[in-house]
């Protein structure tokens, strides 16, 4: 008798490829001019020269092993993260070189933490380092974020949109208030 995946496994592509193309094409897209109702989940975070709280810290990429779909991996067709700088955790999973060790950094990220970083493969940085929320959809910093950074002496993150709120597709609005 075969095995067969689950259906769990088995929707994860998919998932992963719809996930894709709606990054792509909300990416650029100007938030304000978005109708209220509307709101941008899939954007792939701050660019690397904008507002961009990372680039003093990285901590997230020293406490993390960053295990992610092996289909992301550019030895898969269709995938984009750098193979090489992959390993192999099981027959569906993949993790950045360097943050499955003991002294977990990842392999891709540059510079000293706490100070100045970069990540080498940005534009091509797999799925869980794009949708790990530094901010929330509401504009608040998330505690996790402000937690690592502490670790390595950093204050924590500002808000740097106090009074801006982005709604959520499955909220209701009526006379301007969210229901």
């Keep these: 008798m075969a095995r067969i995946p ?3 496994l088995m ?8 996930a894709a193309v709606l ?3 909300w990416r650029g897209v100007d938030p304000e001019t978005v109708p209220l109702g509307n709101v941008l989940h899939f954007d792939d975070g701050p660019a690397m020269d904008s507002f961009n ?3 003093d810290c990285g901590i997230c990429c020293t406490h993390f092993r960053i295990s992610f779909y092996w289909g992301e991996a550019d030895d898969a067709p269709g995938g984009f993260v750098p193979a090489a700088m992959t390993e192999k955790l099981n027959s569906f999973m993949r993790c ?3 943050s499955n060790d003991a002294n977990r950094r990842c ?4 510079g000293t933490l706490g100070q100045q970083v970069s990540c080498s493969i940005y534009e091509n940085r797999p799925t869980p380092c794009r949708e790990f ?3 929330f959809d509401d504009g608040t910093p998330n505690p996790k974020c402000d937690e690592l ?3 390595i002496n950093l204050p924590p993150l500002p808000n740097p949109h106090p009074s801006r709120l982005i709604v959520a597709a499955s909220d209701t609005v009526s006379d301007g208030f969210i229901a």
């Design 149 to 151: 950074r502490a670790k």
């Design 23 to 25: 990054r792509h094409t």
């Design 53 to 55: 709280p990372c680039l």
């Design 96 to 98: 950045m070189k360097g």
């Design 133 to 135: 929320p530094v901010y």
């Design 107 to 110: 392999s891709a990220l540059e």
């Design 6 to 8: 689950s259906p769990e």
């Design 11 to 18: 929707l994860w592509p998919c998932l992963h490829g719809l």
